[in-house]
């Protein structure tokens, strides 16, 4: 079965970076995109930016240009997406989702990772 | 990319039937058969409920189902039961790899 797990929670100072990865199995890794979502507390759902594992192409939403970097490592099958120059509104829970074979949705998502940034 | 705009919250009775818009631009909705909706209970992560506008996944109920017109697309929940209670979120894709979310409508059952 399609699994997407994703590394702890974080806790990171104002203007750090952090890196969270995404581990996925159960399908072949460089067949589908990863996509990366976040939700603030008690907030919707925001998209980042999609991976494609085969050739490690981005887009990356207009938001978080210059921000964000999403790689993959296809030996271990897992996705990163790190973040840099945090501030308090970074703070949420970050999902990696995988779509379905239409492959325009996300129909399999990772656990969510919690990054807090606070002084 | 501004957010898709839904309303924030819905309700129904047992057994009634609501009904979520999702409110795009020719850009995302109106411009692609790719709009999406999906469930989340809280501390959960987001379940997919309908994809390409009205499809369902395997194992979601046939009362829910999905519509598009022009660049609104709607969510409809049939014959409401204590377990639709949750927020839902509908997404689209808007083109060179780009997608949206829409606001979140939280639907309580009365």
């Known amino acids: 079965q399609v699994q997407l797990v994703q590394s702890g929670a974080e806790v990171k100072k104002p203007g750090a970076s952090v890196k969270v990865s995404c581990k996925a199995s159960?399908?072949?890794?460089?067949?589908?995109?990863i996509h990366w979502v976040r939700q603030a507390p008690g907030q919707g759902l925001e998209w980042m930016g999609v991976i494609n594992p085969s050739g490690g192409s981005t887009t990356y939403a207009q938001k978080f240009q210059g921000r964000v970097t999403v790689t993959r490592d296809t030996s271990t099958s897992t996705v990163y997406m790190d973040l840099s120059s945090l501030r308090s509104e970074d703070t949420a829970v970050y999902y990696c989702a995988r779509p379905s074979i239409s492959a325009r949705d996300f129909e399999y998502w990772g656990q969510g990772t919690l990054v807090t940034v606070s002084s | 990319q501004s957010a898709l705009t839904q309303p924030p919250s819905a309700s129904g009775s047992p057994g009634q039937s609501v009904t979520i818009s999702c409110t795009g631009t020719?850009?995302?909705?109106?411009?692609?058969?790719?709009v999406s909706w999906y469930q989340q209970h809280p501390g959960k992560a987001p379940k997919l409920m309908i994809y390409?506008?009205?499809k369902r996944p395997s194992g979601v109920p046939d009362r829910f189902s999905g519509s598009k017109s022009g660049n609104t697309a709607s969510l409809t929940v049939s014959g409401l039961q204590a377990e639709d209670e949750a927020d839902y979120y509908c997404s689209s894709y808007a083109g060179n790899y780009n997608y949206v979310f829409g606001t979140g409508t939280k639907v309580t059952v009365l």
């Open positions: 390409e506008v009205s």
């Open positions: 159960g399908y072949t890794f460089t067949s589908y995109y």
């Open positions: 020719s850009s995302d909705v109106g411009g692609y058969n790719y």
